[in-house]
């Protein structure tokens, strides 16, 4: 079992920066991949981000390609999301999840943590 606990959304304007971070506690949350998701309202669920269990390989989607980073501290157990040169279309609610490996496929993910509000005002 692996708990996830987001924190750092809320409010920015269009071409500001956020930092989400997401604590994994567990006997095993250190040999899971973790990964960030987000839901517009009115859309699915959408894969954004996802690092290894070592840090050494992350993947994102295109949208965000060149504006997010992710990268995970296994001494605090923490990941986290940087979000640079935010646009309105990011505008969502945010979801950090774990997953036995790193990947973009939300059914791969096991364990989620509640969602994190972002608002990006133009």
């Known amino acids: 079992q692996v708990t996830l606990v987001p924190s750092g959304g809320g409010l920015v304007q269009a071409g500001g920066s956020l930092r989400l971070s997401c604590v994994a506690s567990?006997?095993?949350?250190?040999?899971?991949?973790l990964g960030w998701f987000r839901q517009k309202p009115g859309y699915e669920r959408e894969f954004v981000a996802t690092i290894d269990r070592n840090g050494a390989y992350t993947d994102y989607a295109d949208s965000v390609k060149g504006r997010f980073t992710i990268s995970r501290d296994t001494a605090k157990s923490t990941v986290y999301l940087q979000m640079n040169s935010l646009q309105s279309e990011d505008t969502a609610v945010y979801y950090c999840?774990?997953?036995?490996?790193?990947?973009?496929?939300?059914?791969?993910?096991?364990?989620w943590g509640q969602g994190t509000q972002v608002t990006v005002s133009s």
């Open positions: 567990g006997r095993m949350s250190s040999s899971y991949a």
């Open positions: 999840a774990a997953a036995p490996w790193a990947n973009r496929d939300i059914m791969k993910y096991e364990f």
